[in-house]
Nanobody, 125 residues
């Protein structure tokens, strides 16, 4: 059974940093591209960062470029999101999932219908 467990969120002041973790189980982790999604209050879940199977390719939405860094450790079946220079607009619940992705076009869709509980990030003074 596929499972994703996100952690590392919290309350942080604008300009602060957080490091999110996603532990995956029940899948061949190293065979999947992975992604972080954010769901802000009243909005749909959207992809913010993606990473290829080996970590050689990464991509970000424009709003987080230069501030967020996605990485993975296949030996630990874990993915990370380093979030720096956080802004109030980053406030959301963050989720992870494996993805089917076309790196040329940027098209991406979640590989599994299963989602974890997410981790809440709140950026506020």
């Amino acid at each position: 059974q596929v499972q994703f467990v996100e952690s590392g969120g919290g309350l942080v002041q604008p300009g602060g940093s957080l490091r999110l973790s996603c532990v995956a189980s029940g899948l061949y982790f190293h065979n999947y591209d992975m992604a972080w999604y954010q769901q802000a209050p009243g909005k749909e879940r959207e992809l913010v960062a993606a990473i290829s199977e080996t970590g050689g390719l990464v991509d970000y939405v424009d709003s987080v470029k230069g501030r967020f860094t996605i990485s993975r450790d296949n030996a630990k079946t874990t993915m990370y999101l380093q979030m720096n220079s956080l802004e109030p607009e980053d406030t959301a619940v963050y989720y992870c999932n494996a993805v089917h992705r076309n790196w040329a076009s940027g098209w991406s869709t979640p590989a599994f219908s299963v989602w974890g509980q997410g981790t809440q990030v709140t950026v506020s003074s």
